[in-house]
């Protein structure tokens, strides 16, 4: 499994850590797990296995429809594992057609992604497709540009706000529908030089051990028809 290669510095020092293997991730037969070869958009960094996964819903060719990305859990605590959000670096406005997120952010979206934009309090909007990324006008942070207006009310910082690539077609789980999970560790890479990762993720029969999910929720759970049992899970 590959190894994280960031540069931790240029002087003598120890960064303790292990590397991720998809066999402690299963308790069953990892061969008898029914998998798909799968590719995963660029920008989301490092993704370690057992991530569960959402697919690019976006209509349009340009983005990455149909690419791989993380599933954002349904709930806004501020400390549940959430790599497929952009975070807001300042408040929306009421009817603004844009929004700030910071640079590396910047590069999990593409020109043609439908985006959503979504706070702990705030109803989920659909903002449509994204027709501009501007990364050259501030050296701090990103500007995203989308077809919607926001429907009136702000979305703060305060409240967690965040954007994300629209991978659902409804919002029932804020537009985020889990369809598997990562079979092993992979880079999808950060900022300006990402490309993106390919990979294999799990769709059924199974069992995992639970610990190793890395962002499944209730509500992952049941778009991937998985139970739970003590400390594993199982999918169908």
Do not use: W
């Not at 903002?127 to 926001?150: M, P, V, W, Y």
């Amino acid at each position: 499994m590959p190894m994280n290669t960031v540069n931790y510095g240029d002087t003598p020092h120890i960064v303790r850590g292990s590397q991720k293997d998809y066999r402690f991730l299963f308790y069953s037969n990892e061969e008898a797990a029914l998998t798909v070869p799968i590719t995963l958009q660029s920008g989301y960094g490092l993704l370690e296995v057992g991530t569960v996964l959402s697919k690019n819903m976006s209509n349009l060719t340009t983005g990455g429809k149909d690419q791989m990305l993380p599933y954002n859990p349904t709930s806004f605590t501020g400390a549940e594992d959430h790599p497929g959000r952009a975070y807001l670096v300042t408040d929306s406005g009421t009817t603004d057609k844009y929004v700030y997120v910071s640079m590396d952010d910047s590069y999990k979206f593409k020109i043609g992604d439908d985006i959503i934009i979504n706070d702990n309090t705030t109803t989920v909007e659909d903002l449509g497709a994204i027709t501009a990324i501007d990364r050259t006008s501030e050296n701090h942070r990103a500007k995203i540009t989308f077809t919607a207006a926001i429907g009136g009310t702000a979305f703060t910082t305060a409240r967690y706000a965040y954007v994300c690539v629209q991978a659902a077609s409804a919002n029932s789980n804020n537009y985020s529908d889990a369809v598997g999970i990562l079979m092993k560790t992979v880079d999808t890479g950060t900022g300006v030089n990402a490309k993106g990762a390919n990979a294999e993720m799990i769709i059924g029969n199974c069992v995992l051990r639970s610990g190793m999910l890395i962002n499944s929720d209730a509500a992952a759970r049941t778009d991937i028809s998985a139970s739970t049992f003590g400390s594993f899970t199982y999918i169908r």
